[in-house]
């Protein structure tokens, strides 16, 4: 919910952010954040913990949502990786990055948690997006893309991708094993 103030309540965050300066309106900030992913996590255990199953999700959307989830990978590198051409010509892979994350896992998760929990990732990713189009482009100067930070920052979000689908990272961070679901 915090996260949707740029969007629900601009004028209200930069009073804050003037009223309480911006480092600690950024701790602020950062510690309901923090306070609300850990709740998020609390909640969706406990939820999965008595599944309401709304639909069984065919197989074969499975391989359909691995390709998304590298597309989404690579996206959320690019909003870090420096002068790289995604970012440049998109203007703000994270936000498309996190919809491209949770169409995935929407697609093969049909538990109500599942639905709650990435169809809000979506519809704020979707609000997000939308807010950051419509508000007046940097004037900043910008440096111009580098084919070598393009490349690497596909390289990288391949990287996480695999860490995640092959090395066992979400299976160890959030218990289940997206390669088991496949067997």
Excluded: C
């Amino acid at each position: 919910g915090v996260h949707l103030l740029q969007v629900l309540a601009p004028q209200w965050r930069e009073r804050r952010r003037a009223q309480w300066g911006a480092l600690t309106y950024k701790g602020v900030y950062s510690v309901v954040s923090l306070i609300g992913l850990v709740l998020l996590v609390q909640g969706y255990s406990l939820a999965r913990a008595e599944p309401v199953v709304l639909w069984q999700p065919p197989r074969g959307l499975l391989h359909l949502a691995w390709l998304l989830l590298w597309l989404a990978m690579v996206l959320l590198v690019a909003a870090y990786v420096p002068r790289n051409g995604i970012r440049r010509r998109l203007g703000h892979p994270m936000t498309l990055g996190v919809k491209v994350w949770a169409l995935a896992h929407l697609l093969v998760n049909g538990n109500l948690a599942d639905v709650l929990l990435f169809g809000s990732f979506l519809l704020w990713a979707v609000l997000v997006f939308r807010s950051a189009r419509r508000r007046p482009p940097s004037t900043a100067p910008q440096s111009p893309s580098s084919r070598l930070a393009t490349l690497a920052t596909v390289l990288a979000g391949t990287a996480v991708w695999a860490l995640f689908l092959w090395g066992g990272l979400h299976a160890q961070w959030i218990g289940v094993d997206p390669m088991g679901a496949a067997g």
